[in-house]
């Protein structure tokens, strides 16, 4: 079975200094994983995915995420929050192979805000 | 500009009425879907549909059905509805691993 866990549901910072959001997940196959932020009243975006490249991605934003396999975790981080970071952000993982949507499993989400 | 529309963006119904969520995208893409997303538990799936003329359950598919009605659209239609449906959907599509989500709709049963 495949799942994600966003470890923390509320994350703040002060601008100008580094974000990480957590994510971890279990899959019985290589996942893909996506991270989508979603800010309010609106739709979602994506920010980064990994899909058995490169271990480190990067996205837009300036944000990037690393995938561990040993550590069955996805983070994503950016070095320095900015205002317009706040938003929610989703951690979302893919059975690898298949295209099917029904294998599209979203984390509850983080609430990052950005204090100025 | 190219990607998901959904209409309408917000809607009132009484509990028992009816009404369908339309979705059209302008990508080429094959498969479409439907999700509801509620506070605290992300987004689920309610429908999918992974290429034109074929849908299938998501997660959490009662109280709803579904019709790819060609390659571009694929409506959601609740029959009765249930004060449990009060929610904010999201249309997606996608064509391998790049999804795109239309910006919501934003439904309260009363």
């Known amino acids: 079975a495949q799942s994600v866990t966003q470890l923390d549901s509320h994350v703040s910072v002060s601008e100008g200094t580094p974000v990480l959001l957590r994510c971890n997940y279990s899959?019985?196959?290589?996942?893909?994983l996506f991270w989508y932020v979603q800010h309010p009243n609106k739709g979602l975006q994506l920010l980064l995915k990994?899909?058995?490249?490169?271990?480190l991605v990067k996205g837009i934003n300036g944000f990037e995420a690393e995938f561990k396999k040993s550590e069955t975790s996805f983070h994503l981080t950016k070095p320095s929050a900015h205002m317009s970071d706040a938003a929610e952000y989703f951690c979302?993982?893919?059975?690898?192979?298949?295209?099917?949507?029904?294998?599209?499993?979203f984390g509850t989400g983080t609430r990052l805000t950005v204090i100025p | 500009n190219a990607g998901v529309t959904q209409t309408p963006k917000f809607q009132v119904l009484k509990t028992g009425q009816s009404m369908t969520l339309q979705c059209a995208q302008d990508?080429?893409?094959?498969?479409m879907y439907w999700y509801r997303q509620d506070p605290g538990m992300g987004l689920r799936l309610i429908y999918y549909?992974?290429?034109?003329?074929?849908?299938d359950k998501g997660e959490v598919p009662n109280g709803y059905n579904v019709s790819r009605l060609n390659k571009r659209e694929f409506s959601l239609r609740l029959e009765s509805a249930a004060p449990s449906q009060t929610s904010v959907y999201f249309c997606?599509?996608?064509?391998?691993?790049?999804?795109?989500f239309g910006s919501g709709t934003r439904l309260t049963v009363v």
């Open positions: 997606a599509s996608s064509l391998g691993y790049g999804y795109t």
């Open positions: 899959s019985s196959y290589s996942p893909s």
């Open positions: 990994y899909t058995s490249a490169a271990t």
């Open positions: 979302v993982v893919t059975l690898e192979g298949q295209t099917g949507a029904n294998n599209l499993f």
């Open positions: 990508m080429n893409h094959n498969s």
């Open positions: 549909s992974a290429s034109e003329g074929t849908t």
